[in-house]
């Protein structure tokens, strides 16, 4: 599997202060990758790092293959970031803001347009950035992430200081840009169940310590949280009803084409032999695992 970061044995220090303490981690091409854990626990480190503008006192790193220490103003040209506490010209208005920037990164003004829609800014591209909401400062900060077709971005705590409803937002906005953009994401955040719906990938960090890191899948496997799959049946039915007899079934709901069964913790195994049968019945057409609660997996990950 390619990776787009490569974060081995890193090591940084304030002073005395250890911010990174051997963090070993790999992003994959392509997913939406959350970087989680509590205040203070290396996030903005690590981002600072990936983003060439701190050095590291030792480990390696890796961004497209490149030492961004380094390679700054390649690394640089080929991201997009939203920093957690970003400053904007307040005076200045959206969108001449984003022709500007656009114009620095080296893209043509049809790309402004483009990040505007993309971060539902259209109507807003005349008002002077100190009349926007926190929220749609920080679809602002979105839209300057996106400019110019990154292959990376790197979200700092981008729902930090927000109310509950705009944090809703931002995250939808963020899950939707997946397939428009074609980017990979890595996203940091001490709020951990709210990633739930956007992340495929996790890295949980504690104290400057990478606890482990992998795809949703892998993680549920290996730390046996429950977990639920997708089933495709043509009699859902059916097939609900034969799940729901097991005793390591939480709960099915039975939706048109296909069921979505909760399995117990370290039932994985079970559950796939079982579904496994039912498709040599001819009663399952294919199945995958979905979810696993972040939640559920942060506390057995990092609050052991
Ligand atoms: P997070 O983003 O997870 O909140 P940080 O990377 O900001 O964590 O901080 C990691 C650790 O490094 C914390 O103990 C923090 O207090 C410390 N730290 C961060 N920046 C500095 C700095 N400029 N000087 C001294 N200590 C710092």
Redesign the pocket.
């Known amino acids: 599997m390619p990776y787009i970061i490569s974060v081995r044995g890193l090591v940084k220090r304030?002073?005395k202060?250890p911010?990174l303490r051997n963090a070993t981690f790999h992003v994959p091409e392509g997913s939406i990758a959350g970087l989680l854990?509590?205040?203070?626990?290396?996030?903005?480190?690590?981002m600072k790092i990936l983003l060439g503008l701190l050095r590291r006192d030792s480990g390696d790193v890796e961004v497209f293959g490149m030492d961004p220490w380094t390679h700054e103003a390649e690394v640089r040209r080929r991201l997009g970031v939203l920093h957690e506490n970003p400053n904007y010209p307040v005076n200045e208005k959206v969108r001449p803001l984003l022709v500007h920037l656009a114009r620095i990164k080296g893209c043509r003004e049809s790309e402004v347009d483009r990040v505007l829609r993309l971060a539902g800014l259209v109507e807003y591209s005349d008002s002077r950035i100190r009349a926007l909401s926190r929220g749609y400062l920080q679809r602002l900060g979105l839209a300057i992430a996106m400019l110019c077709e990154p292959e990376l971005m790197l979200l700092d705590e981008p729902t930090a200081h927000l109310d509950p409803g705009a944090r809703l937002e931002i995250l939808r906005l963020i899950g939707t840009l997946r397939e428009e953009l074609g980017a990979t994401v890595l996203i940091?955040s001490?709020i951990i169940p709210e990633l739930q719906e956007v992340c495929d990938y996790a890295v949980f960090?504690q104290s400057?310590v990478v606890v482990d890191h992998g795809s949703m899948e892998e993680l549920a496997r290996r730390h046996g949280v429950s977990a639920s799959y997708r089933v495709d049946a043509r009699r859902p039915r059916l097939v609900a009803s034969r799940l729901i007899a097991e005793e390591f079934v939480e709960a099915v709901e039975v939706l048109d084409d296909h069921v979505v069964v909760r399995v117990k913790g370290g039932a994985h195994a079970q559950a796939e032999a079982l579904l496994s049968r039912l498709a040599a019945e001819g009663l399952v057409e294919g199945y995958e695992l979905r979810t696993a609660s972040l939640a559920e997996l942060y506390a057995r990950v990092v609050a052991g």
């Open positions: 304030y002073g202060v911010a854990g509590p205040n203070g626990s290396g996030k903005t480190t690590t940091s001490h960090i400057g």
